[in-house]
C-alpha cells in the first residue's frame, strides 16, 4: 500500500516539472526563430552593401581606364623624337614670321620714305640776267640798265624749314652809252613753307654794298651805296638724287630762282638801285 500511494506522489510531482519544461522549451525555440530572422536580415543587409562596394570598384576601375585612356591620347598627341623637333622649328619659323612681318613693312616704309634734300651745309652760286633801275645825282639815267651777273653763296640749312648763309656777288648792265656795276656782301636766311616735301624756298638777305653809273665822254662818276637788301624765290631740283643717295639727304642741285635787290636811299632824291633778275641756281648740299 506504501508503494503505490509513493509512486503516485512521484507522478504528481512530476507533472508540474513536465508542465513547466514545455514553456521553456517553447521560449527556446521562439529565441531560436528570432535569431535565425536576424540573421537572415543581417545576411540581407551584408548582401546589400556589398553590391555598391561592387558598384564603387566598378566605377574605379572605369575611372583608371579613362585615365590609361587619356594618358595614352596625350602621349599619341604629343610627338617624339625627329617629329617632335620638326615641329617645335615649324613653330619657331611662324613665330619668326609673324614677329619679323612688322619689321619688314616697317624697313620698307623707311626706304619708301624719300630723306630731305634741301638738308645740311651747302655750297652754290647763281647765274642771272635782269633789269636795273638806277638814280645818281649827276647824270640822267631814263632808261633800265640790262645786264647780267652772279653770286656766291655758302651756309647751313639749320632747321627742316630754315636755311641761313651769305650772299656775295655783283652785276653789270648797259643802258645806250651808259653803263652800271654794282655788288654786295649779305646775309641770307632761307625760309621753305612745306619742309621735306616741296623743295621751294623763301629768300631774305640785308647787308651793305654799292655801285656806280659811268657815261661815256664823262669824266666823273656817279655812284650809290650803303645798306642793301634782298628777297627772292627758288625751287631746288636734285637730279639723280634718289638714285646715287637714296637713303641720305642733300645732292647736287640746280633750279631757277627770281628775285629783287636794292640799295635803298639814305633820303628822299638821293642815289639808289633795284634789280630785278631771274637767274640759274646750282648748289650742293652736303647733307646731315
Known amino acids: 500500500m506504501v508503494a503505490p500511494l509513493w509512486l503516485l506522489a512521484t507522478q504528481v510531482a512530476a507533472a508540474p516539472a513536465a508542465d513547466d519544461a ?18 537572415a536580415r543581417d545576411a540581407a543587409t551584408k548582401d546589400a552593401g556589398d553590391e555598391p562596394a561592387e558598384s564603387d570598384a566598378g566605377d574605379d576601375e572605369g575611372d583608371d581606364e579613362g585615365d590609361d585612356e587619356g594618358d595614352a591620347g596625350e602621349r599619341d598627341a604629343v610627338p617624339e623624337g625627329p617629329e617632335a623637333d620638326d615641329g617645335a622649328a615649324t613653330d619657331d619659323d611662324d613665330d ?17 620714305e624719300r630723306p630731305p634734300r634741301v638738308d645740311g651745309a651747302y655750297i652754290g652760286g647763281v647765274l642771272h640776267g635782269g633789269a636795273t633801275f638806277a638814280r645818281v645825282n ?36 648797259w643802258s645806250r652809252n651808259q653803263i652800271v656795276a654794282q655788288g654786295a656782301v649779305l646775309v ?45 624765290i627758288r625751287y631746288d631740283l636734285f637730279p639723280g638724287a634718289d638714285i ?27 642815289p639808289m638801285s633795284n634789280t630785278i633778275y631771274l637767274g640759274l641756281w646750282l648748289g650742293y648740299y652736303f647733307g646731315s
Not at 22 to 39: L, Q, T, Y
Not at 98 to 110: K, N, S, W
Open 22 to 39: 514545455a514553456p521553456v522549451d517553447d521560449a527556446r525555440d521562439a529565441s531560436e526563430d528570432v535569431d535565425d530572422d536576424d540573421n
Open 244 to 270: 646715287r643717295r637714296p637713303n641720305r639727304g642733300g645732292g647736287f642741285s640746280l633750279g631757277p630762282e627770281l628775285g629783287w635787290m636794292g640799295f635803298t636811299p639814305a633820303a628822299a632824291g638821293r
Open 188 to 232: 641770307e636766311l632761307g625760309f621753305l613753307p612745306v619742309p621735306h616735301k616741296l623743295p621751294l624756298s623763301l629768300l631774305v638777305g640785308f647787308g651793305a654794298g654799292g655801285g656806280a653809273v659811268h657815261e661815256q665822254g664823262v669824266a666823273d662818276r656817279s655812284g650809290f651805296g650803303g645798306a642793301a637788301f634782298k628777297g627772292a
Open 96 to 112: 619668326d614670321e609673324g614677329d619679323g612681318a612688322p619689321e619688314d613693312e616697317g624697313v620698307e616704309a623707311g626706304a619708301r
Open 138 to 173: 649827276d647824270l640822267e639815267t631814263p632808261a633800265p640798265f640790262i645786264g647780267t651777273g652772279g653770286a656766291i653763296r655758302i651756309g647751313e640749312v639749320v632747321f627742316p624749314w630754315m636755311s641761313i648763309g651769305v650772299h656775295a656777288g655783283g652785276r653789270a648792265g
